[in-house]
């Protein structure tokens, strides 16, 4: 006769086996959700993993399985940004969902040593796939000569990765609004260029304006904050004049907007400006701002996804058709002045 089961002591596979009348291996096969299994059977077994309070061993799902419930993220991007945070957060209640626990791992992104230190950590926690928020070249290829060993997903860059958001396509679009509105002297504050986003965003912008004939009246470097964009906002206003600006995020706009007010422009009699990214922030500047809606939400649902089915069918898995980031016009865009 087995011993009786402490009253402290968590239930065991065999306990629910008891409890629902079937074999053990009945309920292995319900935790791995195999098809092999009829849908009576299942809701018993169910109910007994419920009124018992089951919680499968990690180790054991694992070793069925044949790999762990565990995500790894590395952030290359500083973990300070709207965007990146807000695909973090996706991917962590995506993952959940599905049963899968996630880890993540800051990196400086311009130390190889820390993209390899990063990599390792998350890997000898056994991770069964990895997603990787590194926008630069170093960070992609320091993970690829890695060689991991598992599903890898990679949020930006080109080929894959542009199935995640149409960066240069979004880009054009902000253009032709305000080639629209009849603005024909239009500046440009590119991202770091370092960043695939940057790139996409600038050579889309650029790409748009040489359709209609047109060329940037200028092009200032920034880096992501408001404080590079009210710098570059002071280096563009001290040049040539023009009438619209596209800036390659909100907080970079934040920024020139108020280097202009300081210059004596109003925004949008005397320039126009145009975000990206529709941080929660920027409906509430002064002027609410005009830019590009991201759905960072879907695309973490989607990179735990494209994991998860790798891990299924490594050789069947595509990626997803792109998103495409959604204009929406708010009160910094206008007709140039006469």
Request: hydrophobic share 45%; aromatic share 4%.
């Given at each position: 006769?087995?011993?009786?089961?402490?009253?402290?002591?968590?239930?065991?596979?065999?306990?629910?086996?008891?409890?629902a009348g079937v074999s053990h291996m009945t309920?292995?096969?319900?935790?791995?959700?195999?098809?092999?299994?009829?849908?009576?059977?299942?809701?018993?077994?169910?109910?007994?993993?419920?009124?018992?309070?089951?919680?499968?061993?990690?180790?054991?799902?694992?070793?069925?399985?044949?790999?762990?419930?565990?995500?790894?993220?590395?952030?290359a991007t500083g973990g300070l940004l709207y965007?990146?945070?807000?695909?973090?957060?996706?991917?962590?209640?995506?993952?959940?969902?599905?049963?899968?626990?996630?880890?993540?791992?800051?990196?400086?992104?311009?130390?190889?040593?820390?993209?390899?230190?990063?990599?390792?950590?998350?890997?000898?926690?056994?991770?069964?796939?990895?997603?990787?928020?590194?926008?630069?070249?170093?960070?992609?290829?320091?993970?690829?000569?890695?060689?991991?060993?598992?599903?890898?997903?990679?949020?930006?860059?080109?080929?894959?990765?542009?199935?995640?958001?149409?960066?240069?396509?979004?880009?054009?679009?902000?253009?032709?609004?305000?080639?629209?509105?009849?603005?024909?002297?239009?500046?440009?504050?590119?991202?770091?260029?370092?960043?695939?986003?940057?790139?996409?965003?600038?050579?889309?912008?650029?790409?748009?304006?040489?359709?209609?004939?047109?060329?940037?009246?200028?092009?200032?470097?920034?880096?992501?904050?408001?404080?590079?964009?009210?710098?570059?906002?002071?280096?563009?206003?001290?040049?040539?004049?023009?009438?619209?600006?596209?800036?390659?995020?909100?907080?970079?706009?934040?920024?020139?907007?108020?280097?202009?007010?300081?210059?004596?422009?109003?925004?949008?009699?005397?320039?126009?400006?145009?975000g990206f990214d529709d941080t929660p922030e920027?409906?509430?500047?002064?002027?609410?701002?005009?830019?590009?809606?991201?759905?960072?939400?879907?695309?973490?649902?989607?990179?735990?996804?494209?994991?998860?089915?790798?891990?299924?069918?490594?050789?069947?898995?595509?990626?997803?058709?792109?998103?495409?980031?959604?204009?929406?016009?708010?009160?910094?865009?206008?007709?140039?002045?006469?």
């Amino acid at each position: 006769m087995a011993p009786a089961r402490s009253a402290h002591q968590a239930p065991s596979i065999r306990d629910v086996a008891r409890r629902a009348g079937v074999s053990h291996m009945t309920v292995s096969r319900v935790l791995n959700e195999s098809d092999n299994v009829s849908a009576a059977t299942r809701d018993r077994v169910l109910a007994a993993i419920d009124a018992l309070d089951f919680r499968p061993s990690r180790t054991a799902r694992a070793l069925a399985r044949g790999h762990t419930q565990l995500l790894g993220v590395l952030d290359a991007t500083g973990g300070l940004l709207y965007g990146p945070s807000s695909t973090i957060n996706a991917i962590e209640l995506a993952g959940r969902a599905v049963g899968y626990s996630v880890t993540i791992a800051g990196v400086d992104p311009g130390d190889a040593d820390s993209v390899r230190e990063a990599l390792a950590h998350l890997l000898s926690q056994d991770a069964a796939g990895l997603i990787i928020i590194g926008p630069g070249a170093q960070t992609r290829e320091a993970v690829a000569a890695a060689r991991p060993g598992v599903p890898v997903v990679t949020m930006h860059g080109s080929g894959e990765a542009a199935a995640f958001t149409e960066q240069s396509a979004a880009a054009a679009a902000a253009a032709r609004h305000l080639l629209g509105l009849g603005h024909t002297r239009i500046a440009l504050i590119a991202g770091p260029a370092d960043w695939s986003e940057a790139a996409a965003r600038r050579s889309g912008f650029i790409d748009a304006l040489a359709a209609a004939g047109l060329d940037p009246v200028a092009v200032a470097s920034s880096d992501w904050s408001a404080q590079s964009g009210y710098a570059a906002g002071v280096r563009l206003l001290a040049g040539d004049p023009f009438t619209a600006v596209f800036c390659a995020n909100d907080q970079i706009a934040l920024g020139f907007m108020h280097a202009a007010r300081e210059h004596g422009k109003r925004i949008p009699a005397d320039i126009s400006v145009v975000g990206f990214d529709d941080t929660p922030e920027s409906a509430h500047y002064a002027p609410p701002l005009t830019t590009l809606r991201q759905d960072f939400a879907e695309s973490g649902r989607r990179a735990v996804a494209l994991v998860l089915a790798r891990l299924a069918a490594p050789d069947r898995a595509g990626a997803p058709a792109p998103l495409v980031p959604q204009l929406v016009v708010r009160a910094s865009t206008a007709p140039p002045p006469s």
